[in-house]
């Protein structure tokens, strides 16, 4: 299931939190998040990749991959921001 959050930041700039949860069988239930920008007076949203801003990604391992990639979004989208997105992901896959 997924689930997309937009935020309007003050400069008038979007920013688009995307967060997805599936069940795994053998390691329960995953998330996998992205995040996407959009600038004002702009039409297309831009996904942030870490790859395009720094060449030492490339050298990291996939575990600090990983850790580099939610340090970022952490940065970007303010960490908050991302457990409210994926708590309301939650209390949509909530039974009632």
């Known amino acids: 299931m997924n689930h997309e959050k937009i935020i309007v930041k003050?400069?008038?700039?979007?920013?688009?939190?995307c967060v997805s949860c599936w069940?795994?069988?053998l390691r329960g239930c995953q998330y996998n998040l992205s995040i996407w920008t959009l600038s004002k007076g702009k039409r297309k949203w831009k996904h942030y990749s870490p790859e395009d801003d720094?060449?030492?990604?490339?050298?990291l391992t996939m575990?600090?991959?990983?850790d580099f990639?939610?340090?970022?979004?952490n940065?970007?989208?303010?960490?908050?921001n991302i457990k409210e997105a994926?708590?309301?992901?939650w209390?949509?896959?909530k039974p009632e």
Not at 10 to 17: A, R
Not at 54 to 59: E, G
């Open 86 to 89: 994926k708590l309301e992901l």
């Open 23 to 25: 069940i795994d069988m």
């Open 63 to 66: 575990n600090q991959r990983r």
């Open 10 to 17: 003050e400069n008038g700039d979007k920013l688009k939190i």
């Open 75 to 80: 940065e970007i989208a303010g960490e908050e």
């Open 91 to 93: 209390n949509k896959l």
């Open 54 to 59: 720094n060449y030492k990604y490339r050298s």
């Open 69 to 73: 990639y939610l340090y970022m979004a």
